[in-house]
């Protein structure tokens, strides 16, 4: 909104704010209200469809965790089962559950961070510091498992790097125990908090009619009341063997989208631990595959829940050893762009960070 | 789910963190071990290389380059464009270069970065 009417001020929202995250929005305030959010996306652009097309189907491997840093596994996850759609190559059953165990720490991974930096800026140092202690448990494991920290580049075409370790499973039990110990203080800091519960309810509100005009997914859906999940509506990998519950909040306000992620949490650790007891021994990886395979003349369309939401690719296959044309659909990227203005009209200007990470953003994500 | 209480001595739990280990560490002094599988540098085996150049075709980053190394032509890896993803080392059909917990990598100008197979060759 240009205008020369002084009753009106603008001020950024990021790109370099703490609380933001790399993503530039322009608010335009009338006292303490919001009348308008113009979101500018293009900060961490990188042009990762671009890179695609240059590197085969094993070098893209690495590059496609760049795409969300905090959620690596679930960006690599899609980009794996596209390619093999298109190569058409088999992966061992052992490789599918090893991989939906890593997409499922992957999402903890994700939330744990997501609670660290919404109690950051919502001015609770406490529950950052227990929630980043968490976060690097679980990257400890990533490590143990993967060889990489931040970006474990585990995922290729035909199953997975490596087979999980012998004390994968001791490992698992103790991570647990702790996130089950620390999921009550973060109760106790945050989700019970009356200052935090002030501070989030009928904020941001999303009913489910509009979540759904406004391309939301993942649990920010959810949050207003829709029963939508990918892994239960279109099962890829192992996930119609696995026993979990699609959690579902009624409200759609900020307060609902936290504590359907904080429950998710915890449906995540039961879906690890079942298919840890289902995981069949066998190969892990398909030996069909090479650094130099060639698809054939295809295409392919494949989505997954990840973190925040569905992500999905679109591979374009011309008969090389390298994607013709790849299509990433990232689950932030209506988030930022349409849910975040609409939830923040009208709102106040401190409620803003309160809005914005009851969304989960990743503005990587956004960008690309 | 446990709900808030308001005690008057509640805050006085806090006074157990003071006999409890802390959770980070003082970097340069102390610093994590890094584990068996961590890919950190790499270690090249001269003897075992063949001078196939697999390593530099499936680098995702173009970061290794074949030179010549005595009678044959070894790797040359750019650390400044590595990416650490370990499939170099992972799709060598020798076993020649392996991935180490090495991360102490950094330097004071770019040549600093470039490891020639002698470099690459020996241990820290």
Redesign the interface.
């Known amino acids: 909104m240009k205008t020369q009417d002084t009753s009106f001020f603008t001020i950024p929202f990021g790109p370099c704010h703490p609380s933001s995250g790399h993503f530039h929005a322009v608010l335009t305030l009338d006292g303490e209200q919001i009348v308008n959010v113009e979101p500018d996306p293009g900060f961490l652009h990188r042009g990762f469809e671009k890179l695609m097309e240059y590197r085969t189907y094993l070098q893209n491997a690495p590059l496609v965790d760049r795409i969300c840093i905090l959620d690596p596994f679930a960006a690599e996850l899609g980009y794996v089962n596209a390619s093999e759609q298109v190569l058409g190559i088999d992966v061992p059953e052992r490789g599918r559950f090893i991989r939906v165990i890593m997409a499922e720490l992957g999402r903890i991974l994700s939330h744990t961070t997501w609670i660290g930096v919404t109690a950051m800026v919502l001015g609770q140092d406490s529950g950052r510091n227990i929630a980043f202690g968490d976060r690097e448990s679980i990257i400890r494991i990533n490590e143990i498992v993967t060889g990489g920290r931040i970006y474990p580049c585990f995922f290729i075409p035909g199953g997975v790097r490596r087979d999980l370790p012998d004390e994968f499973p001791a490992l698992i039990s103790e991570l647990f125990k702790r996130i089950e110990k620390n999921l009550e203080q973060y109760d106790y800091l945050i989700f019970n908090n009356d200052t935090f519960r002030l501070r989030l309810e009928d904020v941001g509100l999303l009913n489910a009619e509009n979540a759904i005009d406004y391309g939301a997914t993942g649990p920010n859906l959810r949050a207003s009341g829709v029963k939508a999940d990918v892994r239960r509506d279109d099962p890829y990998e192992v996930y119609e063997q696995l026993d979990f519950d699609i959690i579902t909040q009624e409200k759609g306000d900020a307060l609902a989208r936290f504590m359907c992620r904080r429950m998710e949490m915890e449906e995540s650790m039961k879906i690890v631990l079942d298919a840890l007891d289902k995981i069949p021994d066998g190969d892990f990886k398909n030996k069909k595959f090479r650094p130099t395979s060639k698809a054939g003349e295809t295409e392919t369309y494949f989505c997954l829940e990840s973190a925040r939401g569905e992500q999905c690719y679109h591979m374009v296959a011309d008969g090389t050893d390298k994607p013709y044309r790849v299509k990433v659909r990232g689950p932030s990227f209506s988030h930022t762009l349409v849910e975040f203005p609409k939830c923040a009209r009208n709102a106040t200007i401190a409620d803003i960070p309160a809005i914005y990470w009851s969304l989960d953003p990743c503005p990587a994500d956004v960008d690309r | 789910?446990?709900?808030?209480t308001s005690s008057f001595f509640e805050p006085l739990k806090l006074l157990k963190n003071l006999f409890k280990k802390p959770?980070t560490l003082i970097f340069p002094m102390e610093s994590l071990p890094?584990?068996?599988?961590?890919?950190g540098r790499q270690l090249l085996d001269p003897e075992k290389c063949v001078g196939c150049g697999?390593c530099s075709?499936?680098?995702?980053n173009d970061a290794i380059k074949m030179v010549e190394y005595g009678e044959k032509k070894c790797p040359e890896i750019h650390m400044g464009k590595c990416?650490?993803?370990?499939?170099c080392a992972?799709?060598c059909p020798t076993k020649a270069l392996e991935?180490t917990g090495d991360i102490f990598i950094a330097g004071y100008d770019k040549t600093f970065a470039v490891y020639d197979p002698e470099k690459l060759s020996h241990r820290e």
């Open positions: 789910m446990k709900t808030m959770m890094p584990l068996e599988y961590y890919r697999m075709k499936v680098c995702p990416c650490f993803c370990g499939l992972e799709n991935m």
